[in-house]
């Protein structure tokens, strides 16, 4: 895939990083801030949206409403209450929440307001009960600096976090309440994050200072970078969901061929005369062409009393087959356009048919039938339910009018390849309004007393005391500083560096562990894998030969722990003796070569020495038996 001039075409990136924080209770009850398991009550909703103070109506909620869903809930009993319920009132706002908000904003140097006010923010996908997320601006400005670049920050909230999704069944969707009110930070860049490498620098260094507070949740699931990625005649595109740090470089880079294409795709049609006008015909049955047809999801459809429909667009030839992203098509962003606005699974168009059990004539006679010339026009066929069939086709107009017109504002999800889907509209201005049920809150000097206690110094202090204090080179340093896990690494070094030279601590997280990414899932190695494994070096339980091997087990099995590791794997660590015994065994199985080359058998015999020590002892004191055995023996003979 060739290389983007990303100046040339104007990339612009604003990060919104979304971080759960480690507080005693919710954001606004006493119940704990942990997610839990056990038993729990049911209860249904459905959300509308509802007009703002201005009388205006959020099109994305408006979008959401139109999807006709229901929501099913489950109340854990001990994690959560009547404030999830939106059956009570919200308590107070956690002070200690708000005390991590302020920490961040003294470290950014951003403006501390004096009086925090709760905003409602309209959410009605179903993952908050009341239909709407309370939001709170804690401060505004300050910066950061990144590789000598000076990032503004813009805003930094205190929200509640949503309800755990767990599945969709149908048109019902079913969600647990213990996440929703465990408080989130929220920090926003301004948008001057010019390559996807930047943006992914900044937001590490964004995570790494909120760690650095030691009051923010650790895994998968408690952070949540989300992307305001725009280029030069585009739009700016807000991508939701992004959790892993490495993938955002793709993602923001996929975002950019996705606007790139889509500018040129709207030329194409200005250039080919193509106007809003001409997308404006009405669908055409074209059930009969498909009554004896071989594709299968075609006479599924057929069988349940389905309709056919075409539609022609002008102009559109080869257009919809144009790759926007690695596997995903102008065509796929239609699909995507039509399945969230209809409900409807897949179209059919004639860029990618014959296929699907759809053949060439059959194409032909929906041509006739929709009096469309082959090499200049499009055709999407539709096979459903005849109303969800018409607003599949009134979704697909839609979608190819706004193609005239470039990029669309829009909500994208990532999905696991740094690939993107269409998931609704921008929201607009209406979406706030002020939150009736919580008073304003001061920002007294207890607060900022708690504040300036889990400030979180500057990352070049860091630098010093790991070169300085713990004696770390200073490469090695630099690389410690890039990693998420910058605090975890500190504070295994001051608990275990008597035991552990504090240089292989770092070298596991930033050497091994990196190096293993490209064989196993690294994520699925957790801070308490990691901190265990730690411990049995310390306490002597293994040796460092042995990490490695039980980092990858770990990776393959994240269920089990270090201990059950090194048991499974035979490494757990001998001592000096039991290695002595054993060395002195393998000589006497090799005594004829001992015999004969004397000294020079080291190699050999260190091989079969290694073969059953390796990841059990120490290299080097197997090593220095060996020399001495054969030494020994050597001089006996």
Known sequence: ???????????????????????????????????????????????????????????????????????????????????????????????????????????????????????????????NTTGF????????????????????????????????????????????????GIPLIEISTGPVIETPEEAARVALAIGQLLRLTGKVRRGLGTIRQDLNVSIKGGAITEIKGVQRLDLIPKVVEYEARRQLGLLEIRDELRRRGVREEDLSQRPVDVTSIFRDSKSRIIRRVLKRGGTVLAVRLPGFHGLLGRELMPGRRFGTEIADYVRFWSGVGGIFHSDELPAYGITEEELDNVYKALN???????????????????????????????????????????LEDGTTRFLRPRPGSARMYPETDTPPILVDEEIMEIARRIKPEPPQRKLERLTKEYGVPMELAKEVLRDIRLDLIERLIKEYGDRVPAKTIASIFVVT????????????????????????????????????EILKYLAEH?????????????????????????????????????????????GLIMGRAMAVLRGRIDGKIVAEIVREKLRKTSEGL
């Open 1 to 127: 895939m060739q290389g983007l001039d990303y100046k040339q075409i104007g990339l612009r990136v604003g990060l919104e990083i979304h971080q759960q924080l480690a507080t005693r209770r919710k954001l606004f009850c006493p119940c704990p801030a942990e997610l839990g398991e056990e038993e729990h009550d049911e209860l249904e909703r459905r959300l509308r949206p509802t007009r703002s103070e201005v009388g205006e109506i959020d099109v994305a909620a408006l979008f959401e409403w139109r999807k006709g869903r229901s929501y099913l809930y489950e109340a854990p009993h001990r994690h959560s209450c009547l404030v999830e319920a939106d059956e009570e009132p919200p308590h107070e706002m956690s002070k200690e929440a708000i005390a991590i908000g302020v920490a961040m904003a003294l470290a950014f140097g951003s403006h501390v307001v004096d009086e925090i006010h709760v905003m409602r923010k309209i959410v009605i996908d179903g993952s």
């Open 513 to 548: 562990l990196r190096g293993l990414r490209g064989e196993v899932d690294t994520d699925r190695i957790t801070d308490q894998h990691l901190e265990e494994t730690i411990r049995m070096l310390a306490e002597g339980r293994i040796a460092k030969e042995a990490v490695e």
């Open 133 to 180: 997320q309370r939001t709170a601006i804690v401060a505004l400005g300050g910066s950061l600096t990144v590789d000598g670049k000076q990032v503004p920050i813009q805003t930094i909230a205190i929200e509640e976090d949503a309800a755990r999704k767990l599945r969709e069944e149908g048109l019902r969707i079913r969600y647990r309440l213990d996440r929703l």
């Open 558 to 602: 994240p269920g089990d722990s270090p201990e059950k590791a090194a048991e499974k794997l035979g490494l757990a660590a001998v001592s000096r003796e039991e290695a002595e015994k054993i060395i002195e065994n393998i000589i006497r199985e090799n005594m004829e070569i001992v015999q004969k080359r004397g000294m020079k058998a080291m």
């Open 372 to 414: 469309a010339e082959r090499g200049r026009d499009a055709v999407v066929i539709v096979a459903e339910e005849k109303g969800r069939a018409e607003k599949a086709v009134r979704a697909v107009l839609e979608r190819a009018r706004m193609a005239l017109h470039g990029v669309p504002k829009e909500t994208r999800g990532t």
